[in-house]
């Protein structure tokens, strides 16, 4: 996409030095453009924008862009947020997470967080495995997979996060793929304008490690599959179970509204107050009182 | 409405935790974010009432974790901010403590001890984190460890704890015992304003040259706020002066040296003690937190009885005010250190005597405090 190098070049980091971390061929830069395209015509200022993500390859991706950025410890990205959101209301808070960062060891933190419904948007790049530190089984790796710390295949069953997000109380939850760029660009747009914890989950590929254990080829042949297995939610719905199997939904799962956390709190503080006027009155009454008698 | 147009102060009956509350409100902690466990609940409980009446927020997250997290995510947005737990509670916030420690964000975390290890006496008395409120987190770092002995203590050194952590960007631990915690006593707190409340230090240069973890004469770089303009990378990962991640050994070394600089170049604002009748004295008590309460009433009846005693009372645990100490070994007075471990501290100040003086300690792990009277009791033992 020649057109976009301005603008993906606008929100760099001209100070950091490149090459990035990531793998030739991964999902995660892709991502990153979607995000930055979505950013840039939603027109937020550099200012307002707080990149938070936890630990592992999607971990790394604040640090090459120019907003306030934020890498916290592993499964936590979600907690950090919280607390910036609730001092800066007025900021847009992103989080970026991988699939055993969010759903593993921040597994607790992203149910509640949309349980919470406090106004952040998530954004969980599944590439079924933990491809930091080297390819071991996540809570996404399909059952019977294979991975270094399972390498006679996953007896585990997998999570569906898009679905989780549902359950847990999201209102808003999409499904995409790095294949899918346009449609991922526009996923993320609505994401990050809807009032509310947003959840979106984006297929990508490990062809180091997820590809390279699976025999599932190289990179272009994983994005070639999620071209051929992703099926659009209004047709998903329409489809058997078994016509479905091997298969996932890309769109959106959930566009639903309900009262923000900060909405909520805020007639906490007017309730708290109320009961400090009534508190002083008596206190300011009984010296009143004292001092007559 | 805020907490200036509230009356003068008059004498009350308070409990160390609702002073710690309060305390925390008269700092300017505007944020709470904690997880409920005894004996530290009623902070949590106090504030959940207080901070949206000052338009402070009040969080409860889904375990002691996430709390930590939230806590440094709030300080980083610029609202002070404090969570409060217990032994098992403050097992799970090392993580992210060391986190804060390494990215230099100001905090306050209320450690009530109660006995351990794991669940352990749920709730009776013990000062048995006091090492883990040294190294709980993994890593060299330097820390700050207050402990208070009455009521009126936990409130002045929970603001203390707060100016500490906004003056040195770094966590600052609150380190009660369930005794404290819990006690009611009557308490007249310092009026609004009359508390020296100091906040963080901001950046004046221009966004284009803030260089967020540079090093100062004064050793703690001035901190961008989120939202502020300073747009700048805060990780967890070792980082060069600019914040971004690094691996070169010129930037590490100096790092990490620079953390502990800052912090032990003002030991003389850090280390706080109070001297009892020591000038005089042949035998020293050095106690905290409420152990300190029965050493006073020992060193009352020990003078009674015409024998020599001071009382060195810690309130600076960590830091561990060898400075203090050490002219007393040199000195060839007696120390005793009771406390409710097996000898935290009183290892400490064998460290810091290497062989000039004796050292006895009297050590309760059951449960129940230390009673002036088997302080006495080891006092007359020694003179006899």
Redesign the interface.
């Known amino acids: 996409m020649i057109e976009d190098r301005p603008l993906i070049y606008k929100y760099l980091r001209h100070d950091k030095k490149f090459p990035h971390v990531w793998c030739g061929g991964c999902g995660i830069g892709i991502l990153l453009g979607s995000l930055i395209r979505a950013i840039d015509r939603l027109e937020y200022t550099k200012d307002e924008i707080v990149l938070i993500s936890g630990i592992g390859c999607s971990g790394r991706l604040p640090v090459y862009v120019d907003f306030n950025t934020l890498h916290t410890t592993h499964g936590r990205a979600l907690t950090f947020a919280t607390g910036v959101k609730l001092a800066k209301p007025e900021m847009k808070i992103i989080v970026i997470m991988g699939d055993g960062d969010a759903t593993a060891i921040g597994g607790n933190h992203f149910i509640h967080a949309a349980r919470r419904n406090l106004d952040l948007t998530a954004i969980i790049v599944n590439n079924n495995i933990y491809g930091m530190t080297g390819g071991q089984f996540s809570p996404t790796t399909p059952y019977g997979q294979r991975a270094t710390t399972a390498i006679y295949g996953s007896v585990e069953h997998s999570f569906d996060i898009a679905h989780l997000a549902v359950s847990a109380g999201a209102v808003f939850a999409a499904r995409g793929t790095v294949y899918h760029v346009r449609q991922l660009d526009g996923l993320i747009e609505k994401a990050l304008q809807k009032n509310g914890f947003s959840v979106v989950e984006i297929i990508s590929q490990c062809h180091t490690h997820f590809g390279r254990l699976n025999k599932l080829g190289n990179q272009i042949d994983m994005m070639k599959w999620q071209r051929d297995n992703a099926v659009p939610v209004e047709k998903a719905r329409k489809m058997s179970p078994e016509e479905m199997e091997g298969k996932f939904e890309i769109g959106i799962l959930v566009d639903r509204e309900a009262p923000n956390y900060l909405e909520e709190y805020e007639k906490v503080r007017q309730k708290a107050k109320e009961a400090l006027s009534l508190q002083l009155a008596k206190e300011e009454k009984e010296d009143s009182d004292r001092r007559e008698a | 409405?805020n907490s200036q147009?509230?009356?003068e102060p008059k004498a009350q009956l308070m409990q160390g935790n609702e002073a710690c509350a309060e305390g925390a409100l008269a700092a300017g902690c505007r944020?709470f974010?904690g997880y409920p466990i005894t004996p530290a609940s009623e902070i949590a409980e106090r504030l959940s009432?207080?901070?949206?009446?000052e338009?402070g927020?009040f969080?409860q997250?889904?375990?002691e974790?996430?709390?930590?997290?939230?806590?440094?995510?709030?300080?980083?947005?610029?609202?002070k901010?404090m969570t409060a737990t217990s032994g098992p509670g403050f097992s799970l916030m090392q993580?992210?403590l060391g986190?804060a420690c390494m990215a230099e964000v100001p905090c306050v975390v209320v450690n009530v001890m109660r006995g351990g290890p794991s669940t352990g006496l749920p709730t009776n008395p013990s000062q048995g984190d006091v090492m883990q409120a040294r190294w709980g987190t993994h890593g060299d770092h330097p820390i700050i460890v207050l402990s208070p002995t009455s009521v009126r203590e936990c409130y002045t050194l929970t603001v203390k704890a707060f100016n500490y952590s906004e003056k040195y960007r770094t966590p600052v631990i609150l380190l009660m015992d369930e005794v404290v915690a819990h006690m009611r006593e009557k308490v007249v707190l310092p009026a609004p304003g009359s508390l020296e409340v100091i906040d963080r230090l901001k950046p004046s240069v221009p966004p284009e040259w803030y260089l967020p973890y540079e090093d100062t004469s004064f050793g703690v770089p001035p901190m961008g706020i989120?939202?502020?303009?300073y747009?700048?990378?805060?990780?967890?990962?070792t980082h060069d002066i600019?914040g971004?991640?690094t691996l070169r050994q010129d930037e590490i070394e100096p790092f990490i040296l620079r953390l502990f600089r800052k912090i032990s170049i003002h030991f003389d604002d850090i280390q706080i003690v109070e001297s009892f009748q020591t000038e005089d004295a042949d035998l020293i008590i050095i106690a905290y937190g409420c152990t300190a309460r029965s050493a006073h009433r020992a060193m009352v009846e020990a003078r009674a009885r015409g024998l020599k005693v001071g009382l060195l009372k810690l309130i600076t645990l960590w830091p561990f005010p060898r400075r203090v100490i050490e002219p007393l070994t040199r000195a060839g007075k007696t120390l005793l250190v009771p406390e409710m471990n097996m000898g935290q501290i009183s290892r400490e100040v064998k460290r810091v005597n290497q062989g000039m003086t004796e050292v006895l300690a009297v050590n309760r792990i059951d449960g129940m405090m230390i009673t002036p009277k088997e302080i006495l009791e080891k006092i007359q033992e020694e003179r006899k």
């Not at chain 2, 709390?67 to 980083?76: D, K, T």
């Open positions: 409405m147009q509230r009356p944020f974010a009432f207080r901070l949206p009446q338009d927020s969080i997250m889904e375990d974790i996430a709390s930590m997290g939230a806590v440094i995510g709030a300080s980083l947005a610029g609202v901010s993580e992210n986190f989120f939202g502020e303009g747009r700048y990378h805060v990780t967890g990962l600019r971004f991640p």
